[in-house]
């Protein structure tokens, strides 16, 4: 796991995950779009507390190799102001076969997104701003 | 009896709280007396089930009991990729 | 979908997918790898007939398309020899949230490999060589 | 009445039949009936079930017919990726 506030470069990335015995990868990118909730978004800016998100992000991994063993992971989040386009985050799984590596890939980046120390605000074309919710709140306020 | 604690704020609370940090005296035993006292100072920290807690870089329960000196992060609810 | 007998770019075929309305982006590579079902494999041969693996690769992706309006979907299959460690076939997918970018990825590979007149050709440290069995035959097989 | 069919073959069939393609002169209605007298032929194709064929290069079921002159092409279950 790995936080940077440089551009993540998947091609770079991908290579670390090469091994022999691995026949299938997977991988998954946040990527900043231009609308959100039907508002016009012109950047996004994540903000982290990296000490914490880095041990959480380990434990993630973990837990998805354990469940398949000789499975590769790896995962970087950016922090900071991020343009539209952009890389947010970027999850690569490497395995011997498909089935654990769409899993695993799945897996990571739900438990990254709701259990990692990372917030994002999003900048408005309006000129206003707003924190935005996290997912899982959002869906056990919906069973409420 | 009165600990100090240092409580860090992050994100949306940093902005309700209008500050990153503050040092206070307060008479609580455990994370969850902690955040409702401050409830009641900043009035808009969010419900506590969806927020998260860390005691000195460690991910905590709320129930976990604070000592003198502990370093207390407040997490809202997160959102990243 | 294209069939090519040169090396997969996937760093390449990634940037075609992008777009500032997609929030999500998932990929999959086949590799090729040293073993098989418990034999050391050195290379492996793809026989294709591109023509036909063309269309019905496009009815794939096209298939994926109608059930998630929005989605940007393609696919690259590799024929000839290929070496350990090559990728034989890339999906990448793109859409605005990330459900639909993995379920997308996952039909699209699943259907790919099963219906695409495509084969391979196992080549073996001992000598030997073979011609690898359809997953979805030997599925079937299992159950009967 | 005998159609003149030619016949193509992929991958393990070809390696069976020992030739990718053939022209022939055959008494048949549809694909299936083709695909039968090729495993008396060749002996050695496999269950229909899990194969494909393809008429004038569009994938057919095994029950089209067939004309004289068309060109069939033989598909042993596949394995992509």
């Known amino acids: 796991m790995q936080m940077t506030d440089k551009p993540i470069r998947p091609d770079e990335l991908r290579d670390l995950l090469m091994d022999k015995t691995a026949g299938a990868y997977c991988s998954f990118e946040g990527w900043i779009r231009n609308r959100n909730d039907g508002h016009a978004v012109e950047r996004l800016e994540y903000e982290a507390y990296c000490p914490l998100a880095i041990i959480e992000g380990e434990k993630v991994i973990a837990e998805a190799k354990k469940r398949f063993p000789g499975l590769q992971a790896h995962c970087v989040h ?16 490497s395995s011997e076969h498909r089935d654990e590596a769409f899993v695993a890939c799945r897996y990571i980046i739900d438990e990254v997104k709701s259990r990692l120390p990372i917030w994002k605000k999003e900048y408005y074309a309006d000129g206003n701003s707003g924190w935005v919710n996290c997912e899982r709140c959002a869906a056990h306020a919906a069973h409420d | ?31 969850a007396d902690l955040y409702e006292q401050l409830q009641h100072r900043h009035g808009s920290l969010d419900a506590r089930a969806h927020c998260k807690v860390a005691i000195n870089d460690e991910m905590s329960a709320w129930d976990a009991p604070l000592a003198d000196g502990d370093v207390v992060l407040l997490f809202p609810p997160v959102a990243g990729g």
């Open chain 1, 78 to 93: 950016r922090y900071g102001m991020l343009e539209i386009g952009e890389c947010a985050v970027w999850v690569g799984v």
């Open chain 2, 1 to 31: 009896m009165s600990k100090s604690i240092t409580v860090r704020y992050f994100a949306l609370f940093r902005e309700n709280a209008g500050t990153s940090e503050e040092k206070l005296s307060l008479d609580v035993a455990t994370a």
